[in-house]
């Protein structure tokens, strides 16, 4: 059995949306299962001392114009958000509390939370959204909202994002894979390289 | 006569050395001329409060990865330069003052001396180094150290860097073609299926 690819994302992310919406049929491809892991950049960041993409001058606004003309390179539907970035530990709560249900579960809820936000411009950081998402998977929207905000969930998130730190993540999406890192959605056709015709030295 | 690809690149980046090795013939598949520019990303900084990838926490170690990797993934030679990054106005003005006396010959000088700087770890700031490999493409050594010193050289250093920022370029290698901007070795792919099955609407 192939060790997985970890996907890493945080939900504020349009190339974490790119990525999310091609990591499963890579996956398929490659033979790899895709463990997908919510995040929080901006608690990344707190460390790495990173900012947001579209803070910078210049390359601020070429990312807005680059989020939609890749969006349309791969042929995936992108609406740019009227509010972006927003806060989105709601959102990975909510995925890590389904985790616990069914994990399949976890991730179709993960792409419609990425399809909501991006697509239809659905305020994902509130949990009337959340929840109404989760309940086309047959969740119950008072219980989904109510056990997202427990303790144990937010020290799981928490828990996450610390891991994800000692791994060295410091951007969205990002991929590990045998040890390997692959950050960004344009690095996608060198890990599929990587993985079927084999590590290269370098 | 289709306007030309203007290639916007630092002395001192990996990555601009990696497209530098690749854009000619990409020109030449989608038959577009292109203009060399070397920059200063230094002096962009300082207007945008950019900083080198290399000096980011877990970016930078990631990021010394990633040349060494990306080059062997294009099959391009690459040996980390000892001193890393260096100061490369010198090999600018060498090239800005070649390009009055042969432009197929700066293309040259410029290609060298990113060979120079990051296949065989030559500091390319210095002018013994330039004059070396100004003198294997017939240019007096003395002649081409005296005159790239000129005020005439350093003054156009200084409007070819301004009109770089004038025209929102933030990174290295940066591209315009047609007025679309892509920036970085990574987006070489989709620049040329937009020149080859023509712009899509985003």
């Known amino acids: 059995?192939?060790?997985?690819?970890?996907?890493?994302?945080?939900?504020?992310?349009?190339?974490?949306?790119?990525?999310?919406?091609?990591?499963?049929?890579?996956?398929?491809?490659v033979g790899r299962e895709i463990n997908w892991h919510p995040i929080l950049l901006g608690a990344i960041f707190k460390v790495t001392g990173g900012q947001p993409l579209t803070s910078h001058?210049?390359?601020?606004?070429?990312?807005?114009?680059?989020?939609?003309?890749?969006?349309?390179?791969?042929?995936i539907p992108y609406n740019p958000p009227k509010t972006f970035p927003i806060a989105t530990q709601n959102s990975c709560r909510a995925v890590l509390w389904m985790h616990q249900k069914n994990p399949a579960h976890a991730k179709t809820l993960a792409l419609e939370l990425y399809r909501a936000f991006f697509r239809d411009d659905r305020d994902i950081g509130k949990f009337d959204v959340?929840?109404?998402?989760?309940?086309?998977?047959?969740?119950?929207?008072?219980?989904?909202?109510?056990?997202?905000q427990s303790d144990e969930i937010k020290a799981q998130l928490k828990t996450e994002v610390e891991a994800a730190i000692a791994k060295k993540v410091f951007g969205s999406p990002y991929f590990i894979v045998d040890g390997e890192p692959f950050w960004g959605a344009d690095r996608l056709p060198m890990m599929e390289k990587w993985l079927t015709e084999g590590a290269w030295k370098y």
Not at 7 to 18: I, K, N, T, V
Not at 130 to 148: F, H, K, N, Q
Request: aromatic content about 18%; overall charge negative; cysteine-free.
């Open 57 to 75: 001058a210049f390359k601020g606004d070429y990312s807005l114009m680059d989020f939609k003309r890749s969006a349309a390179y791969y042929g």
């Open 130 to 148: 959340i929840a109404d998402l989760a309940s086309t998977l047959g969740y119950d929207e008072s219980e989904i909202t109510a056990a997202s």
């Open 1 to 29: 059995m192939k060790s997985p690819i970890d996907f890493y994302f945080d939900f504020s992310s349009p190339y974490g949306y790119l990525a999310a919406e091609q990591i499963e049929t890579l996956g398929m491809r």
